[in-house]
């Protein structure tokens, strides 16, 4: 129950409004015990006594709840003062350093190695004049090859206009979207057992229609244009349409290629396999030219860089960015899962 619609009792009022309020009720008893007034109006002036007390408890109870809403509100503001601070790259480190950027987990839009987040990480590493160099730690198994793109596209821009040297460097795995922004470095550093390469590019998704046939389901769907809904796992695909596709992720693989020859130049050995999807491990791709050599963050830090100190530039969605985001997908939550199930590009 709140304060408002708590009863008022005696042992909440001040001192001073219970004497008062004693008075009054004693005034009163001691009145209808001898049953006669002791001076005459008495009963009026307990009335008042009571009233005023009532009243000035009802005033300090109202005090009290503001101040504790105030407080509250005030609790909330530093809060999330404190949330969109936390988070953002660091700036303006003039001693001599190592800037680190990680690039972990898919590579997508809204998510934390998003084109949006890492751009933004990558720009205040060039920036700042206490970078020696920018590391790119990548652990990622790939994803969208247009959020890839333009962070290989702002990378060799920032290269060229800072004149700062790139290393990346590839802890668990760098394949498919994540190898194409590791070949923007001027240098690629793995371990042995690292996961490197996956060069294509894939399209899944699913087809129900012989289900469909099996359980006597027929597909009502209905289009403006011939090809509309050719990507609709209910209804068959014709000949036209797959080869349609399949150049398409011909084409997007051929831009794939062309970037990772742009990145390695004459360091690849290539052969058939190389552009087929296959991966190799840190080892067997540092013998095919696909990464430079094994050695860690530390390591290129200290013998490559020649800056020990590590500053992490990455940026990560903050506590009130989080929040945010969490609100926006409960209420396009619908949306989002017809968008899954799409098929899409890796």
């Known amino acids: 129950?709140?304060?408002?619609?708590?009863?008022?009792?005696?042992d909440d009022m001040p001192?001073?409004?219970?004497?008062?309020?004693?008075?009054?009720?004693?005034?009163?008893?001691?009145?209808?015990?001898?049953?006669?007034?002791?001076?005459?109006?008495?009963?009026?002036?307990?009335?008042?006594?009571l009233a005023f007390a009532a009243l000035e408890e009802q005033r300090a109870a109202r005090r009290w709840r503001l101040i504790s809403r105030l407080s509250w509100l005030t609790l909330i503001v530093l809060l999330v003062g404190?949330?969109?601070?936390?988070?953002?790259?660091?700036?303006?480190?003039?001693?001599?350093?190592t800037a680190l950027v990680e690039i972990k987990g898919e590579i997508a839009s809204g998510s934390e190695a998003s084109a949006e987040l890492v751009v933004s990480s990558v720009r205040s590493a060039?920036?700042?004049?206490?970078?020696?160099?920018?590391?790119?730690?990548?652990?990622?198994?790939?994803?969208?090859?247009?959020?890839a793109g333009i962070i290989n596209d702002e990378i060799r821009r920032l290269k060229a206009k800072y004149n700062k040297p790139v290393y990346a460097v590839v802890e668990e795995a760098a394949a498919s979207a994540a190898y194409y922004i590791a070949v923007s470095a001027d240098q690629?550093?793995?371990?042995?057992?690292?996961?490197?390469?996956?060069?294509?590019?894939?399209?899944?998704?699913?087809?129900?229609?012989?289900?469909?046939?099996?359980?006597?389901?027929?597909?009502?769907?209905?289009?403006?244009?011939?090809?509309?809904?050719?990507?609709?796992?209910?209804?068959?695909?014709?000949?036209?349409?797959?080869?349609?596709t399949q150049a398409m992720l011909d084409q997007i693989h051929q831009q794939f290629i062309t970037v990772v020859k742009a990145g390695r130049g004459k360091r690849l050995k290539e052969s058939p396999e190389m552009f087929s999807g296959l991966f190799w491990t840190g080892q067997q791709a540092v013998e095919l030219g696909l990464a430079d050599q094994l050695g860690n963050l530390d390591f290129v830090a200290r013998e490559?860089?020649?800056?020990?100190?590590?500053?992490?530039?990455?940026?990560?969605?903050?506590?009130?960015?989080?929040?945010?985001?969490?609100?926006?997908?409960?209420?396009?939550?619908?949306?989002?899962?017809a968008l899954k199930s799409m098929p899409s590009f890796r």
Request: charged fraction near 25%; proline fraction near 5%.
């Open 1 to 10: 129950m709140n304060d408002s619609s708590r009863p008022e009792t005696h």
């Open 188 to 244: 690629i550093y793995v371990d042995k057992a690292s996961i490197v390469g996956s060069i294509g590019v894939l399209m899944d998704g699913f087809g129900f229609t012989g289900l469909m046939d099996k359980l006597g389901i027929e597909r009502r769907l209905m289009t403006a244009g011939e090809n509309k809904g050719f990507l609709d796992p209910f209804s068959p695909q014709t000949e036209k349409q797959r080869v349609y």
């Open 82 to 97: 404190i949330g969109f601070g936390l988070g953002g790259p660091a700036k303006n480190v003039i001693k001599p350093h």
């Open 126 to 147: 060039f920036e700042d004049h206490g970078a020696q160099a920018v590391v790119l730690l990548i652990n990622s198994p790939g994803g969208s090859p247009v959020q």
């Open 15 to 49: 001192n001073s409004q219970k004497t008062d309020a004693d008075t009054a009720q004693s005034a009163i008893k001691n009145g209808a015990k001898e049953g006669v007034a002791e001076t005459p109006g008495w009963e009026r002036s307990v009335l008042e006594k």
């Open 304 to 337: 490559v860089v020649k800056a020990e100190e590590v500053v992490d530039y990455t940026r990560r969605d903050n506590v009130a960015e989080r929040l945010v985001k969490r609100f926006g997908a409960a209420i396009g939550e619908g949306a989002v899962k």
